[in-house]
């Protein structure tokens, strides 16, 4: 399909690359060109962005959507009661409806993420995942853009939860066979949940596989205090040293929170070319703590912000998680300038786009055609500094400014309205089954 955007008032590259009063064409599901006047061929659909800024599709590296269903209910707890008395049993509640053949749930919530996401710019998340099919037809039906990260796990949750280690691995491969498509819109990485949950031997089959698929890999990491002193009392170092003598760092890595981080793990992370993925709101939710985001900046290190989970987040709102990450970082380290809107929008375009491993982020011809329209209408972006364009997008906007969505070159929304499936439909449907899936929870305990 040829799509052609015309008369874009504000166009966003990237960072260092705006430009104004211009057009964009896009072929084949990649942007082809950027000027003015351009041609089309007959046929073509044709969008006006006049009085609109052109974005990048913003980018959520981590994600869990199947805590989708687990919005608003999650009381005052960290992490680790949090995960016993709210994520486990919920898990046991899906496993039960799994393994009576009731797939529906799986598809129901990943379509409401994706429609949540897609309605606030998000073209692509990265999803740690409770695997099951249905998720990522539903990203199909919808246009969504994701990365399916297959979580491993093989202690200190319970066993019910854990399977046959050897039928699981069988089950990976095969997975990453039939899923991972590299020219398409579902994409595969590999997700040990954290060193806690793994053992070593785990960790290395799970770092081969991803070498010899070529995948990414992303793994929760120093996301609370006693996690590290835990794998320090154990093993005698911290898990950012764990993962290196394993051989693990690199850049194909992607490091979720780090928030107990050293200086030593710091240094590790900036050598090894290794991702780290800042969750500000969530991080604040569950009282994880601060992570040093400015020392991470200043070594160097390719740092994104992403979502977390429904369950510790309650939105998958890119715009809050970008704010969150600036004053988050100022406040820790009473610095103004520790985190700035430019940090903030490459943090949830190119750097994420780089966990993802695929080539967005950006608008810049040969790139994939997935960006966003914002209106620039609404009182809370008045009066409106073109000059500042950045920190207008990053300080003011808002999910709800986001007109059109347009992902692999495709209009997957358009005024506001998800083009692809009927969105009062799954909404519908995903409240019955959310009620259902709520109920039972609660026979799950842990």
């Not at 705006?18 to 351009?38: K, M």
């Not at 006693?226 to 009392?233: I, K, N």
């Not at 009282?287 to 977390?308: C, Q, Y």
């Not at 059109?404 to 909404?427: C, K, L, Y």
Request: aromatic share 6%; net charge negative.
């Amino acid at each position: 399909m040829s799509l052609i955007i015309r008369n874009i008032s504000h166009l966003v590259s990237n960072i260092d690359y705006i430009q104004h009063d211009c057009d964009l064409l896009i072929e084949n599901g990649r942007v082809v060109s950027i000027g003015h006047n351009l041609g089309a061929s007959a046929g073509a659909k044709v969008i006006d962005a006049e009085g609109c800024a052109v974005i990048p599709g913003l980018i959520n590296p981590h994600t869990h959507l199947y805590q989708n269903f687990l919005k608003g209910v999650s009381p005052g707890l960290p992490l680790v009661p949090w995960c016993s008395q709210v994520l486990f049993p919920t898990v046991g509640a899906l496993n039960e409806q799994f393994e009576q053949g009731n797939n529906r749930s799986a598809y129901l919530w990943s379509a409401c993420a994706a429609i949540e996401m897609i309605k606030g710019g998000i073209t692509c998340c990265l999803d740690m995942a409770h695997i099951n099919e249905g998720s990522f037809h539903a990203w199909q039906d919808i246009g969504l853009r994701g990365v399916v990260g297959y979580v491993l796990a093989n202690q200190w949750i319970p066993e019910d939860l854990i399977g046959d280690e050897e039928q699981t691995r069988a089950k990976v491969v095969a997975f990453i066979e039939k899923w991972h498509q590299t020219d398409g819109l579902v994409r595969v990485c590999l997700s040990p949940s954290t060193v806690f949950l793994c053992d070593d031997d785990l960790l290395l089959w799970a770092g081969e596989q991803a070498e010899k698929y070529n995948l990414g890999m992303q793994i929760h990491v120093s996301e609370i205090a006693s996690e590290g002193q835990d794998t320090l009392d154990d093993r005698g170092m911290t898990p950012v040293e764990l993962l290196d003598e394993l051989g693990l760092l690199s850049p194909r890595l992607s490091a979720v929170h780090c928030v107990h981080v050293n200086a030593s793990d710091i240094e590790r992370l900036a050598n090894s070319g290794a991702g780290v993925v800042h969750c500000p709101k969530s991080n604040m939710k569950l009282a994880d703590g601060i992570a040093p985001i400015f020392e991470m900046k200043e070594a160097g290190i390719h740092l994104s912000v992403g979502t977390d989970g429904c369950a510790s987040n309650d939105l998958l709102d890119m715009w809050e998680e970008m704010r969150a990450a600036v004053l988050l970082a100022r406040v820790a380290t009473s610095n103004a300038d520790a985190l700035s809107a430019r940090d903030a929008f490459r943090m949830a375009t190119i750097e994420a786009a780089r966990v993802c491993r695929t080539e967005a982020g950006e608008i810049l011809p040969g790139r994939l055609a997935d960006l966003a329209i914002i209106e620039l209408k609404g009182a809370h972006l008045r009066p409106f500094h073109a000059d500042r364009l950045l920190e207008m997008l990053v300080f003011c906007a808002r999910a709800g400014d986001v007109r059109d969505t347009i992902i692999n070159g495709e209009i997957v929304m358009r005024d506001r309205q998800i083009q692809t499936v009927n969105e009062a439909e799954i909404m519908q449907e995903a409240e019955e089954a959310e009620a259902a899936l709520y109920a039972r929870r609660a026979d799950f305990s842990y």
